[in-house]
């Protein structure tokens, strides 16, 4: 008989309850309120912004989480000095599940932005609470429970779609296949939906959505809300991989007023990468969605402001007589409006170059290798396609679960791009075959069954093709700058953002007060490493920016401007967009 698998909740229990002493209580109560519940009564609903972190003073407090029929299973039952409250709290976003009184209840309430303050002030016991927050979502995500229901074949490319968007954004979720599990059926019965209609999801508020975009899911459990048009911040990050994450944690532990955007998730490239091992400090390596899930925390825990997913489409300077501001166009035609800008959206997947690629995407064609698609290829072979680091990261991960990894890689090797270790890797693993100048010339299938075989060229030139199910492109990225046409950043002839025109502020481009970092900035190293170390040396560039005076702001951009026009019409090194 196979062995038991033991949850977070075996092994983690003590972190994830910790009960707090009282001397601890009283050292927290400045930050919150006393309140009062009946026997009974509501103090959180799933899909309902709660009040905060609540710690129980007196009586006991019963947390439930729904299943997809809305019944419920009993979490814990939280007594004196037991606390409330997951992440969700931490960012004031909907609660995951239902909590009432189950006699007579008095609590501290913390709201959440005193709860931030909370974990900055309060070192040791902050950190206690922090790890609890943390421990409890991984035990939600653990459980697939207290998020929305997805209903529609495992399969099914928006089935994929949603599954992957949620997991990216480390939000619980279930999802329950209709031809298989009889409730899921019985609940596209009850809503009347036709089976070319699915997938559905079912909200924790109650809502349902028919194959959503993954805004309108953002929206519906509460991940993004709209963006205050007449707050002006001090910083606003555009991007949310590693270098715009650690432009967020040092900001916002610096004291700047930030907000962060993000079109998808937040890790970028670097959250789909299925294990880093060249990083400082991870001696045995870590995947990207793990480290970039801390990252995401920390930034929280120092009161960044997340609006993720939402798309900035426009950049503008606006000139006032208290200086310089920058607005951003959301794609909802949204504002958001900071004094300064970091750059930090980094780049966009290639694509294969073959005729129906766009027909298997999100189904069999795959831009990342995380658990969810290591699982739909499990025993079977597949085709990746790439030579750098992220492609051998891949491919070794891959090679636990399928049955073989066919690599193909368009040069003669993989020396000029990957790193050694991977190679040795690569090398030393029997069921991944390395193809040296291949290149895909068709995919075989339809969008309803997706891929059903691979064809590719070799060096000989004759033409191969295999049973191949899923593929995976690693062919790199173009920078995403297309939304800064409309204004004066200069980027480069391959479209990355030119830095360096002040010798003072190396990472501000030919904009004063707009800042690049990481991949999307030309003669960056495109390494994790060295995004998150531009990331936190960004922030003291913002802080010499900020505190220049307005006249000097103004002679700094006009040397800029100057500067820039020079460059251009003399070594033409950059291509001006206006």
Not at 55 to 80: M, Q, Y
Not at 106 to 121: H, Y
Not at 197 to 215: F, H, Y
Request: aromatic share 6%; proline share 5%; hydrophobic share 40%.
């Amino acid at each position: 008989m196979a062995a038991r698998t033991n949850s977070i909740f075996d092994t983690r229990g003590p972190q994830i309850f910790p009960i707090l002493e009282a001397s601890e209580i009283e050292r927290v109560r400045r930050f919150g309120e006393v309140r009062h519940y009946s026997a009974g009564q509501a103090i959180s609903r799933a899909g309902e912004i709660g009040p905060g972190l609540i710690i129980v003073l007196r009586g006991k407090i019963e947390v439930i989480r729904r299943d997809d029929s809305h019944a419920g299973d009993l979490v814990v039952t939280h007594g004196p000095g037991a606390f409330m409250g997951e992440l969700a709290q931490l960012a004031g976003r909907p609660s995951l599940v239902d909590a009432h009184a189950q006699d007579a209840v008095e609590a501290l309430i913390i709201p959440s932005d005193r709860l931030r303050a909370l974990l900055v002030a309060e070192a040791e016991l902050g950190e206690r609470i922090m790890r609890a927050l943390i421990l409890r979502r991984v035990s939600l995500l653990e459980a697939g429970v207290g998020g929305p229901v997805i209903i529609g074949r495992p399969d099914n490319g928006d089935v994929l779609r949603l599954e992957g968007f949620l997991r990216r954004n480390g939000h619980p979720r279930q999802t329950l296949n209709p031809e298989t599990d009889p409730e899921a059926r019985a609940l596209v019965e009850r809503f009347h939906v036709d089976p070319g209609e699915l997938p559905i999801v079912l909200c924790p508020g109650g809502q349902m959505l028919r194959n959503p975009s993954e805004i309108e899911l953002a929206r519906c459990i509460g991940l993004v809300r709209a963006i205050d048009p007449h707050r002006l911040y001090d910083v606003a990050i555009v991007g949310a991989g590693p270098a715009g994450l650690a432009a967020g944690v040092y900001a916002g532990s610096e004291g700047l007023s930030t907000l962060m955007l993000d079109c998808r998730a937040f890790g970028g490239q670097a959250g789909a990468s299925a294990r880093i091992e060249n990083y400082l400090g991870f001696p045995t390596g870590i995947s990207g969605m793990a480290l970039m899930a801390r990252a995401y925390n920390q930034a929280q825990k120092f009161g960044v402001e997340m609006a993720i997913p939402d798309e900035v489409v426009r950049l503008e300077a606006l000139e006032g007589a208290d200086g310089r501001r920058f607005r951003l166009t959301l794609s909802n035609d949204e504002h958001a409006v900071a004094r300064s800008v970091v750059i930090a959206c980094g780049a966009r997947y290639r694509r294969l170059d073959v005729a129906n690629l766009d027909a298997f995407e999100g189904s069999s064609v795959h831009y990342w290798a995380s658990p969810l698609e290591a699982k739909l290829c499990t025993n079977q072979e597949v085709a990746l396609v790439g030579a750098g680091n992220s492609a051998g990261q891949a491919a070794v991960y891959l090679s636990g679960h399928a049955s073989k990894v066919w690599m193909l890689v368009r040069g003669p090797g993989l020396a000029a791009s990957m790193s050694k270790y991977l190679i040795d890797r690569i090398a030393a693993t029997p069921n991944i075959e390395l193809l040296t100048r291949t290149e895909i010339t068709h995919l075989t299938g339809s969008r309803q069954a997706g891929v059903e075989s691979v064809g590719w060229r070799g060096r000989d030139g004759e033409t191969q093709q295999r049973p191949i199910r899923h593929v995976f492109l690693f062919l790199g990225a173009d920078p995403s700058t297309g939304w800064l046409k409309d204004c004066d950043v200069a980027v480069d002839d391959k479209g990355f953002v030119a830095t360096g025109n002040d010798p003072l502020l190396p990472l501000q481009t030919t904009v004063p007060g707009v800042f690049a970092i990481g991949d999307v900035r030309a003669g960056s190293v495109k390494r994790v490493g060295g995004a998150i170390g531009e990331g936190a040396a960004v922030v003291s560039q913002i802080h010499a920016y900020l505190a220049q005076p307005t006249a000097a702001r103004a002679r700094a951009d006009s040397r800029a401007r100057a500067g820039v026009r020079a460059t251009v019409s003399k070594e033409q090194p950059v291509e001006l967009r206006r």
